[in-house]
């Protein structure tokens, strides 16, 4: 037919000849553009959306039917429309191994990352599921908390678009809230960095609606310091600990993103296209006692393991039980609660499975859960799970499970006591030898090989004793209060390397925060807070919830190795308005020497503080109570 076609054009006069070749033209690129959507039609390849919680207990989403005071709307709506998985587990009771595992998709002792100390060359080596994703044709990106390496590294890990938003704090970006392309770079927030990263995800999921797209929704909640705005607060009125109200706000807002996020993929006619994990990388840090400190900054996050026995940085359930939702609508049947054990590492064997990605044995260590979620497949995903996390180890086979720390040991039945609050290890040795066997064989394929690399730290071994021996807890650290003018020069003198103090006025700790006063008459010296023999390497970026009976300026000033005193150009001002509400003031240090001393400087009469971060460059955050 082509050599016919061909014939009668070459036999005809020039200008039919011209206008039958351009019909020719005209009708392949028809066929090829049919051909195209033929395919494009017949993709059955589900978008995947994975959302991953910070430091989220087991307790704090409210399908959970555990405790009445959080509220999850939009995450309980994934629930009811598809999965919630009542045995859900993290690979680790820690952020940067969790992290890991989930985006290999194997068991990250594997490959080195045990810890949030050990190496990244392991993790750096490995193909992240990203990478899998790309190379099958999928858009990529990635949304908040990395933690796994530095943030405009981390196209080289299979995403094509990276919007690294975790605090109010600069980032790496190379998307704009919009979705549009940018060089990657450093970028300003323009929004609260939960509602930042739900955003840049909504613009995305518009921009690439008509291709399979892989997002990574990493959000830094509630995961401190405790930095929810004021309209999320709001939400939760009433008397509770001000560490539990910030951690109900910020996982409002998560809920927030993921209900703009579903909505977007609605509006596009994407909700039955689209696979959706909901997983916490590990439990919330409670520190045995739950103090309500003041300030955002390091101690409990206000999240709930409840009923669970333990916390982070434990291989009880309260360490690595984690919220754990799937839904994939008009795919996985609606209403489910599943009761076989699940794990994160089965996000990337199941994204594999359904992007038609071919893999080797070893590849993953996880399974495809829609053939058990659909019913297809009767039995247990796994025939059980294991966890090692420096000197601690544990397995879970059906309802038993055999936990290690140190030289100690701990033999549960789940069914009967997910609480483990029986340690029935001398009832039924013959269960915790077999346990103990299958342990030690898989544990020999980890580097190193073994159950454990160590000893138990010093706060290991508080919560074991606490947790699981039942042995009363050591009393907490004396809470922190700043200094002021009036106390002993002795004293000042002793603290004033490692301590806030106070000049120009007065200081007290109060349920809210910290509240200065002026003592000097109106017009002379303002209040200011000092903190001497820090060592931070600019520039420093900073974030302060305050309200002022005044309005005015909040100052910051510094001093670095090389000065001698405060000079007049190492100030930066931020002004504030007065309000009974808290407001949230963020600008940076633009100093490339190392930091010193640093002063904030207050308006004349009441100021409210309540949290403080000065994020360095390099090195540790300080905050109001380190």
């Known amino acids: 037919m082509n050599l016919a076609f061909t014939n009668v054009t070459m036999k005809s006069s020039p200008a039919a000849a011209a206008a039958t070749l351009t019909g020719f033209r005209s009708l392949l690129l028809a066929l090829v553009a049919l051909s195209h959507s033929a395919v494009d039609a017949g993709d059955e390849r589900p978008n995947i959306v994975v959302f991953y919680t910070d430091d989220h207990g087991h307790a704090d989403l409210s399908c959970q039917g555990v405790v009445d005071d959080i509220r999850t709307p939009n995450v309980d709506a994934l629930a009811k429309n598809g999965v919630l998985a009542r045995h859900g587990y993290s690979t680790a009771p820690q952020c940067v191994p969790s992290r890991a595992g989930l985006l290999i998709g194997k068991f990250q002792s594997k490959f080195g990352v045990e810890s949030n100390v050990k190496s990244l060359d392991g993790f750096d080596r490995e193909l992240t599921i990203a990478e899998r994703l790309q190379k099958a044709g999928y858009m990529t990106a990635q949304f908040g908390k990395w933690h796994l390496g530095p943030g405009p590294k981390i196209t080289e890990h299979g995403f094509k678009h990276v919007f690294n938003q975790n605090s109010g704090a600069p980032f790496a970006a190379n998307i704009a809230l919009d979705g549009s392309d940018r060089e990657m770079s450093t970028m300003r927030p323009e929004m609260y960095h939960v509602d930042g990263c739900s955003r840049a995800a909504a613009s995305l999921i518009e921009r690439y609606k008509n291709v399979p797209f892989f997002l990574y929704v990493a959000y830094r909640a509630p995961h401190v310091p405790l930095d929810a705005p004021q309209k999320y607060l709001d939400r939760f009125p009433g008397k509770m600990p001000e560490r539990r109200r910030q951690a109900l706000a910020m996982l409002s807002a998560v809920d927030d993103g993921v209900g703009l996020i579903t909505e977007t993929l609605a509006q596009n006619n994407l909700t039955e296209k689209t ?13 045995i006692h ?20 333990g916390e982070k940085g434990m291989l009880s359930e309260g360490g690595m039980h984690v919220p754990f939702v799937i839904s994939w609508p008009g795919r996985i049947p609606a209403g489910q609660v599943f009761e076989h054990p699940v794990s994160a590492l089965d996000v990337a064997a199941t994204a594999a499975e359904l992007a038609k990605i071919e893999s080797k044995p070893g590849d993953f260590d996880g399974v495809n859960l829609i053939p058990y979620l659909t019913g297809k497949q009767k039995e247990a995903p796994h025939e059980f799970l294991a966890w090692r996390w420096v000197a601690q180890s544990a397995i879970r086979e059906g309802n038993w499970k055999l936990l290690r720390g140190g030289d100690r040991e701990y033999l549960y039945n789940l069914k009967n006591d997910l609480e483990e609050q029986q340690n029935l290890a001398g009832e039924h ?9 299958k342990l030690t064989r898989w544990a020999s394929q980890l580097d190193p090989p073994g159950l454990a690399s160590g000893g138990m730290s010093k706060a290991a071994t508080d919560y074991f004793d606490f947790y699981l021996d039942g042995k009363p807890a050591a009393p907490p650290r004396q809470t922190f209060v700043p200094r002021s003018d009036s106390e002993n020069s002795e004293s000042k003198s002793k603290d004033s390397a490692s301590r806030w103090l106070i000049r120009s006025g007065k200081m007290k700790v109060t349920s809210e925060g910290l509240q200065l006063e002026s003592q000097t008459p109106a017009g002379q010296k303002t209040p200011f807070m000092t903190r001497n023999g820090l060592s931070l390497f600019g520039p420093v970026s900073i974030s302060m919830v305050v309200k002022t009976a005044t309005s005015g300026a909040i100052g910051f000033s510094w001093r670095t190795s090389a000065d001698k005193d405060f000079a007049a150009a190492n100030r930066v001002n931020v002004a504030v308005e007065t309000s009974g509400q808290w407001q949230t003031i963020r600008t940076s240090l633009p100093s490339r020497s190392k930091i010193i001393h640093v002063r904030v400087h207050v308006p004349a009469g009441t100021t409210s503080i309540k ?6 460059a390099s090195g540790k955050t300080v905050t109001l109570m380190q």
Do not use: T
């Open 429 to 437: 040795p013959e269960i915790a030898d077999s346990l103990r066997e």
């Open 275 to 287: 696979l959706i994990f909901y997983v916490g990388d590990n439990g919330a840090p409670l520190k």
């Open 611 to 616: 949290s403080i971060e000065l994020k360095p």
């Open 290 to 309: 739950k103090l309500d400190a003041p300030g955002g900054g390091p101690g409990w996050d206000g999240s709930l393991n409840d009923p669970l026995n």
